[in-house]
């Protein structure tokens, strides 16, 4: 079995598990998902992609090291996906997060930010991460003001979509212009959560 380099991350209320084979079902059932895919501002993708994209993490992303990716879990449940990586819209790191429909709501995403977060400023030595976010997607957008996110930029697709860049400091909660406390339900999301991207991986 191949090392993963990714750690395991725990907050509050989540454990950031790196995938293993038997994920694959959960992590397919969530990118197959019309809202998830929506407010991700991605097209629903036949099965057989996700399923050639899940294990391309396990293949790929996992032994050549190449950015930390997990599921997310609460009590036993699979009910999410986190990523810190490179980001191509700027020079730095984004995350990305997409939480099933069934956990929104619940500050459950306000909750994975700021665990990346820790793990950006404590394990990886960043200063800042930025997020790539639809501008519509209300929410998410609230949740990142309440994170202390910053507005950087749009980014306007081929298509005329528009997605907003967003930047904000790993600064240790209780710090200025930090996140916030660890596991403080600062968000109460009801459309996903953000920051995301177009293709989680």
């Known amino acids: ?84 990586k490179p980001t191509g819209n700027v020079d730095g790191h984004e995350l990305v997060t997409a939480l099933a429909p069934g956990h929104w709501g619940r500050g459950l995403g306000g909750e994975a930010v700021r665990g990346l977060l820790r793990h950006a400023a404590d394990n990886l030595g960043l200063t800042e991460a930025y997020g790539m976010v639809g501008a519509d997607n209300t929410a998410s957008l609230t949740m990142c003001r309440r994170l202390g996110f910053r507005h950087v930029r749009d980014v ?28 403080e339900p600062a968000d109460t999301e009801g459309a996903g959560a953000a920051p995301a991207v177009e293709d989680p991986v």
């Open 1 to 84: 079995m191949t090392s993963v380099m990714t750690p395991v991350l725990r907050t509050e209320r989540l454990e950031f598990l790196p995938y293993r084979p038997e994920h694959e079902d959960a992590f397919v059932a969530l990118l197959r998902d019309e809202e998830v895919c929506r407010w991700m501002g991605q097209e629903r993708v036949p099965e057989p992609q996700i399923r050639e994209l899940f294990r391309a993490i396990l293949t790929d992303v996992y032994p050549q090291r190449r950015f930390d990716v997990w599921g997310l879990w609460h009590e036993g449940v699979y009910v999410g996906h986190a990523e810190v």
């Open 156 to 183: 306007v697709a081929d298509d005329g979509s528009v997605t907003k860049l967003v930047v904000v400091s790993t600064g240790k909660p209780g710090e200025p212009g930090n996140p916030g406390k660890p596991g």
